[in-house]
């Protein structure tokens, strides 16, 4: 069981805006930065947010994060087919000291 | 362009020791800021972080698989290297690479490699 908790579903329908949250504590979110990966079946996870509300270069402006005490969110509007797959927050833990994942959330575009 | 490419067995069984590559280009990990971190993740189950390097070769383990980890690097010929001790079924999964640059992108891993799956026979 991971320390950061992710809901283990989300959906939405095309077009619509879906929030993942992921709550930790003062030893992993509470003090450090927030990532968010996605990952599509077969292939490689990818980093679509850093620094809690980052995007790297190629990922959409659709995506967006954001951190409030010892939880995050990841945003994600205008929802597309290509968005189903799981998604992931991840921070480093200072109790730990390595970077801890959640749990995931499946994301089904309905 | 930045790569990272795992190599290993895909198949090893109960009690053996296994032995992780990962061959990377596009930066190196003498480099301040770099880093590279091993991730699993078993059939049906959420990724799992196993072990971190960074450029001052200073090393860290997931506290769960402490005592079964060893990380290493090879700056000359651009590896690091996974072993993993006392191999059980469990660990069955795919086991992924990533760099950690930590100049851009705090602890996010931006770049990963394919994977690469591991099978444990009983």
Same mark, same amino acid.
């Given at each position: 069981?991971?320390?950061?908790?992710?809901?283990?579903?989300?959906?939405?329908?095309?077009?619509?805006?879906?929030?993942?949250?992921?709550?930790?504590?003062?030893?992993?979110?509470?003090?450090?930065?927030?990532?968010?990966?996605?990952?599509?079946?077969?292939?490689?996870?990818?980093?679509?947010?850093?620094?809690?509300?980052?995007?790297?270069?190629?990922?959409?402006?659709?995506?967006?994060?954001?951190?409030?005490?010892?939880?995050?969110?990841?945003?994600?509007?205008?929802?597309?087919?290509?968005?189903?797959?799981?998604?992931?927050?991840?921070?480093?833990?200072?109790?730990?000291?390595?970077?801890?994942?959640?749990?995931?959330?499946?994301?089904?575009?309905? | 362009?930045?790569?990272?490419?795992?190599?290993?067995?895909?198949?090893? !069984?109960?009690?053996?020791?296994? @032995?992780?590559?990962?061959?990377?280009?596009?930066?190196?990990?003498?480099?301040?800021?770099?880093?590279?971190?091993?991730?699993?993740?078993?059939?049906?189950?959420?990724?799992?972080?196993?072990?971190?390097?960074?450029?001052?070769?200073?090393?860290?383990?997931?506290?769960?698989? !402490?005592?079964?980890?060893?990380?290493?690097?090879?700056?000359? !010929?651009?590896?690091? &290297?996974?072993?993993?001790?006392?191999?059980?079924?469990?660990?069955?999964?795919?086991?992924?690479?990533?760099?950690?640059?930590?100049?851009?992108?705090?602890?996010?891993?931006?770049?990963?490699?394919?994977? @690469?799956?591991?099978? &444990?026979?009983?």
């Amino acid at each position: 069981q991971s320390v950061l908790t992710q809901p283990p579903s989300a959906s939405g329908t095309p077009g619509q805006w879906v929030t993942i949250s992921c709550s930790g504590s003062n030893s992993n979110i509470g003090g450090n930065f927030v990532s968010w990966y996605q990952h599509l079946p077969g292939a490689a996870p990818k980093l679509l947010i850093y620094r809690n509300n980052k995007r790297p270069s190629g990922v959409p402006d659709r995506f967006s994060g954001s951190k409030s005490g010892t939880s995050a969110s990841l945003a994600i509007s205008g929802l597309r087919s290509e968005d189903e797959a799981d998604y992931y927050c991840a921070v480093w833990d200072d109790s730990l000291s390595g970077p801890v994942f959640g749990g995931g959330t499946k994301l089904t575009v309905l | 362009q930045v790569t990272l490419r795992e190599s290993g067995p895909a198949l090893v !069984k109960s009690t053996q020791t296994l @032995t992780l590559t990962c061959t990377f280009s596009g930066f190196s990990l003498s480099t301040s800021g770099m880093c590279v971190s091993w991730i699993r993740q078993s059939p049906g189950k959420a990724l799992e972080w196993l072990a971190l390097i960074d450029w001052d070769d200073d090393k860290y383990y997931s506290t769960s698989l !402490k005592t079964r980890l060893t990380i290493s690097k090879d700056t000359s !010929k651009n590896q690091v &290297v996974l072993i993993m001790t006392n191999m059980d079924p469990v660990d069955t999964a795919t086991y992924y690479c990533a760099r950690i640059d930590r100049n851009h992108y705090y602890y996010g891993m931006d770049v990963w490699g394919q994977g @690469t799956t591991v099978t &444990v026979s009983s």
